[in-house]
């Protein structure tokens, strides 16, 4: 018995609770802190109260582990994918190179249709391998400053089509830059959903870093 109930005195507990015979109800979370007696067969005791709620608490904690554990697999593999780019940027000895190596990666582990690369006029950066950025869509794409999911429009479906992809696809924006150059990327999924608007943007800014480097490494 704790002190409280002593101070207020054991009789006193008990015609309380026996006037509100639906006390725990609104106050379950005391249940899984005492030690309650079975009842009578047939009824549906305290105790038995109190075990439904420690399987319902077991039930959330194991869903959460699952959840963590899907997650970080998930992450894992990202971290992978991640890894076998950065080697393979590391290995590029030219620009063209770079590029090549960048659009390979990334179309193979990140299942994508496709990705565009355009730097803005006036760089030192002069590649053989590298389209004009043509379209009214570059000059705002060469202007951001983190990594963003852009949404659909006329301008990018149009860029999208003149590079053989799909209208309805959807595209991830990433920057470049570099001390002598600045462009920006665009990632290619498939589907419409692909990237969707509230999914995060760190390792999309880490892939605009990785290349970037490489960028200005390969020079």
Avoid at 73 to 88: F, G, S, T
Avoid at 91 to 104: H, I, K, Y
Avoid at 118 to 143: D, N, V, Y
Wanted: charged share 20%.
């Amino acid at each position: 018995m704790s002190n409280a109930f002593i101070s207020l005195g054991e009789e006193t507990v008990a015609e309380y609770l026996a006037e509100h015979p639906d006390f725990f109800v609104g106050h379950e979370s005391l249940l899984l802190s005492m030690r309650l007696p079975h009842t009578v067969p047939g009824a549906v005791s305290l105790v038995e109260r109190q075990a439904a709620l420690l399987r319902e608490r077991v039930g959330t904690l194991e869903k959460t582990l699952r959840d963590l554990h899907t997650q970080a697999h998930a992450n894992e593999r990202l971290a992978a994918r991640m890894h076998q780019l950065a080697l393979a940027l590391i290995a590029a000895g030219s620009p063209c190179e770079v590029l090549e190596a960048t659009r390979t990666r990334l179309c193979t582990d990140f299942d994508l249709a496709g990705v565009l690369i355009g730097l803005k006029e006036g760089h030192s950066l002069i590649m053989p391998c590298l389209t004009p950025a043509q379209g009214e869509l570059w000059p705002a794409l060469f202007a951001l400053k983190a990594a963003q999911i852009p949404r659909t429009s006329p301008a990018l479906r149009e860029l999208l089509v003149a590079h053989g992809l799909p209208e309805t696809a959807s595209v991830a924006a990433i920057p470049l830059r570099g001390t002598s150059f600045s462009g920006a990327m665009l990632l290619v999924k498939r589907e419409p959903q692909g990237f969707a608007q509230d999914m995060g943007t760190l390792f999309l800014e880490q892939i605009g870093d990785l290349v970037s480097a490489a960028l200005a490494h390969a020079q």
